[in-house]
């Protein structure tokens, strides 16, 4: 018998694989082998499926990097941002998970809500990290959503960019940090 997470992972598969429209219990059951009966043993149908199934999205696609990061109690910011941007630049491979969700997320308004907390938990952490490097909140709101901005963007250029090329744009947004910031300089001037 499969297991819930059996069962979610198979979701998250047939997502990537076949966006939303895909989801249905007769390809789960089909790609697990199993009845409809085992679906039914652990979820009350589609709805609850989904439900649980989006909370697995949000704990692969972000919790699950964000609680490696900070495994390093005290690694310093920069550290913990690069170690991210590593982790985010390996898996960016396959992209098709976080296309299909975003893509899903413009049709229905609980996976919507879902990436919003997806997409503010991400930003929350970034602009987090970067006010403990560089001390400035202002900065630290822009920056975040420029690093954010890159990684979601890396996905959906045709074709998407590899690990290598991902990885050299972070260290080029994150080396902004120790550069003046523009604004300041034409305040002073």
């Known amino acids: ?3 819930k997470q059996d ?3 198979a979701g998250l598969a047939i997502l990537a694989e076949h966006g939303a429209p895909g989801l249905t219990i007769e390809r789960l059951t089909d790609r697990l082998g199993l009845s409809k009966g085992s ?3 652990h979820f009350k149908g589609m709805a609850g499926y989904r ?3 989006l909370d697995r999205i949000a704990d692969q696609t972000t919790l699950r990097f964000i609680d490696l990061v900070e495994r390093e109690p005290g690694l310093p910011a920069r550290d913990r941002l690069r ?5 985010v630049s390996a898996e960016a491979q396959s992209p098709a998970l976080e ?3 975003r893509a899903w997320a413009q049709q229905d308004p609980e996976v919507r ?3 919003e907390r997806i997409d503010r938990t991400r930003t929350e952490y970034l602009r987090e990290l970067w006010v403990e490097m560089t001390g400035d909140p202002d900065k630290a709101a822009r920056m975040s959503r420029l690093l954010y901005l890159i990684a979601v963007g890396a996905d959906h250029v045709v074709p998407p960019l590899t ?3 991902l990885r050299d744009l972070f260290n080029a947004a994150i080396g902004l940090a120790d550069r003046p910031d523009d604004r300041s300089e034409r305040k002073r001037k």
């Open 1 to 3: 018998m499969a297991s």
């Open 7 to 9: 069962w979610l992972d």
């Open 39 to 41: 679906f039914y043993h």
């Open 51 to 53: 439900t649980s199934l």
């Open 83 to 87: 170690l991210l941007t590593d982790l």
């Open 99 to 101: 296309i299909a969700v």
């Open 113 to 115: 809500a879902a990436q």
């Open 163 to 165: 690990p290598p090329e």
